[in-house]
């Protein structure tokens, strides 16, 4: 049940969000420790892309990658809400599903994992962002084994019109 509380948070947020005032797709750099949770860390290397169109409501669709330096894989896609909490920051849930290579790294137990994230970010006139997010990846019990990782991740959002 423990592996559930970032989801039903993550639900639970979607459904009070106020939308964040950027507009516009961004790309997402972020680097982080990996497996903060146990013994086996790493660090952890994303670049993500985020749609600036909603699916339903505030709700919006990412898709992304990560690589650990002990060479594990995450090819992932999912949903979010950038939601306004006051002036300049923003708190964006997140909840994605994708295929996992351990590498030398932390087995996880199935090829099929998710991730449902939290991070809070500081929104800049420019519309780039900083954030600093929390997230579980685990394969919600689909294989016989579900340790799970909780991993830590700063992240600089680059709006795509920039380039």
Known sequence: MKHFAPLFLTIILLFAAAPAKAEGDL??????????????GATDFRVEYRWDRPLVWVIEPWAG??????????????????????????????????????GDGKDLGNTIEFRSQLELGWEFQNSSRVGVAFGHISNASLGDRNPGTEILNVYYHVPVEWF
């Open 27 to 40: 790309l997402s750099l972020g680097i982080g420790w990996y497996d903060i949770n146990d013994n086996e």
């Open 65 to 102: 990658g990560e690589v650990t330096s002990d060479g594990a894989v995450y090819g992932v896609a999912g949903i979010l809400a950038d939601i306004q909490a006051g002036d300049g920051f923003v708190i964006t849930p997140s909840f994605g599903a994708g295929l996992y290579g351990d």
